[in-house]
């Protein structure tokens, strides 16, 4: 893409006749409207728990699909406010695929909060379109009811040329989506065309879902947010396949089957709290990695008292990570294909009996996506606060109690241990995921946000 001309307010145009918004150098209450900064970050969190309910009450919301619906949310509430955010600009230069935006009237006041909640409501009712009547109508509820709260703060006018702008953001988003390969991913999370390859050590179905089938088997070829990234994050190959006793494959297998023999009550609630087993129901709002994620930012926004411009940055960052890493995580697991410890504990080890703590998802083992997510999470939270950061998690406070962390790495270390203790994932598994989420946090943070 080549730049033409640059006008005087900060309007890109390009070659190619479309028009991308390249953030106005200076806001002042008279111009644009109040600066993002001075707005509390209610909006941003409100939908992001909103987010969370459509994923547990929607059919077909697998991590995949909540990872995904994640980062078209973190990059739509960013743009949709960013024009009012001082030294700030578009991201879409930076990202995979040709993305171009609406431009803000010149001259024009805005009001931020409303343009986001226009924006997110949009945007989730799109990318989720079969949730439940009863769903929809909360989405619309929540829209309304920002709507009727912001009418305090400004005219008519001005609310409805923020609603329309941030539309026209989430609608330029969603066309975008629809291009990256995962669109309306939760029809069907099979393949017709799949063949899983058959041999020693290759996955095959463990039995333990409703369904054989491996889900998603094309999603590592989706595409990333960042440019290249799961080609640039993939693990090295596991240690080579054997069942002869005293190989390292062998001893990585009996590690997990002797330690099932004497897991204790407190190992056998950490694997089925990362698991999202045994939830009040008030507590089902999570069920997934990337939801749980999402609900550490939501936790820190409240906890450090972060604007909805410091809000915004931060979910976006976190939810282009967890996407990414999701991508970098699948492309590995079907390009390894390894099998998974139930089939080996059972076949090669005799023990024809054994049962894992939680059920074996249903797709090859290598690398651990719950390490890849996890660790790629707390990379984005350790840029943000610092490595030595200590906090609570009160995500499961009826169930499990607070749940404290002395890191953002100590949660990723204990959420990737997690599936050892459950008895689905290999030590090595979880050590090269956690590498692979600090590579692929590595380059999230590489994204330039500040002009």
Avoid at 273 to 288: C, G, I, N
Avoid at 298 to 309: G, R, V
Avoid at 336 to 365: D, Q, S
Avoid at 396 to 408: E, V
Wanted: with cysteine.
């Amino acid at each position: 893409m080549k730049i033409s001309k640059v006008l005087s307010v900060g309007i890109i145009l390009f070659a190619s006749g479309t028009v991308l918004f390249s953030n106005v150098g200076c806001q002042t209450d008279d111009f644009l409207g109040t600066p993002v900064k001075k707005y509390p970050p209610d909006v941003a969190t409100a939908w992001i728990n909103m987010q969370r309910k459509l994923f547990v009450g929607t059919e077909g919301i697998l991590p995949h699909v909540a990872g995904r619906t994640y980062a078209y949310m973190g990059l739509t509430m960013y743009e949709s406010i960013v024009p009012g955010m001082e030294d700030y600009r578009s991201i879409a230069p930076q990202l995979n695929g040709d993305l171009t935006f609406p431009v803000v009237r010149h001259a024009k006041k805005y009001h931020w909060p409303a343009s986001a909640n226009a924006a997110l409501a949009f945007m989730l009712k799109n990318l989720l379109p079969h949730t439940t009547p009863e769903l929809l109508k909360s989405v619309d509820s929540l829209e309304a009811d920002f709507y009727g709260k912001f009418q305090t703060d400004a005219d008519a006018e001005i609310l409805q040329r923020s609603a329309d702008f941030g539309k026209q953001i989430a609608m330029s988003i969603f066309e975008w989506s629809k291009t990256d390969g995962g669109h309306e991913a939760y029809k069907n999370p099979f393949s017709d065309t799949f063949v899983p390859p058959i041999g020693p050590g290759q996955w095959e179905s463990t039995g333990e879902f409703p369904f054989d089938e491996p889900v998603y088997p094309y999603w590592g070829d989706n595409r990333t947010f960042i440019p290249g990234l799961a080609d640039a994050t993939q693990p090295p190959p596991p240690p080579t396949y054997s069942e002869e006793p005293g190989s390292d494959f062998y001893n990585a297998v009996n590690e997990i089957y002797t330690m099932s023999l004497s897991l204790s009550q407190e190992d056998s609630l950490t694997a089925k709290f990362w698991a999202y087993e045994l939830l009040s129901p008030d507590e089902v709002t999570v069920h997934d990695d990337v939801s749980h994620a999402a609900n550490f930012v939501t936790q820190m926004i409240a906890l450090k008292d972060l604007s909805l411009q410091e809000a915004a940055v931060l979910y976006c960052k976190h939810a282009i990570a967890m996407n990414d890493a999701g991508i970098s995580s699948v492309k590995a697991k079907f390009h390894y294909n390894l099998v998974r410890p139930i089939t080996y504990i059972r076949n090669v080890l005799g023990h024809t009996e054994w049962k894992p703590v939680v059920a074996t998802p249903p797709f090859p083992e290598y690398p651990s996506a719950h390490a890849v997510i996890s660790r790629a999470s707390a990379a984005i939270l350790e840029n943000e606060f610092g490595q030595d950061f200590e906090f609570t998690d009160h995500s499961f406070d009826n169930t499990y109690g607070p749940r404290h962390f002395d890191s953002f790495e100590a949660y990723a270390k204990e959420a990737a241990f997690s599936r050892l203790l459950a008895g689905i994932h290999y030590r090595f598994a979880m050590d090269e995921g956690l590498k692979q989420g600090i590579e692929v946090a590595a380059r999230v943070n590489k994204l330039k946000f500040k002009k």
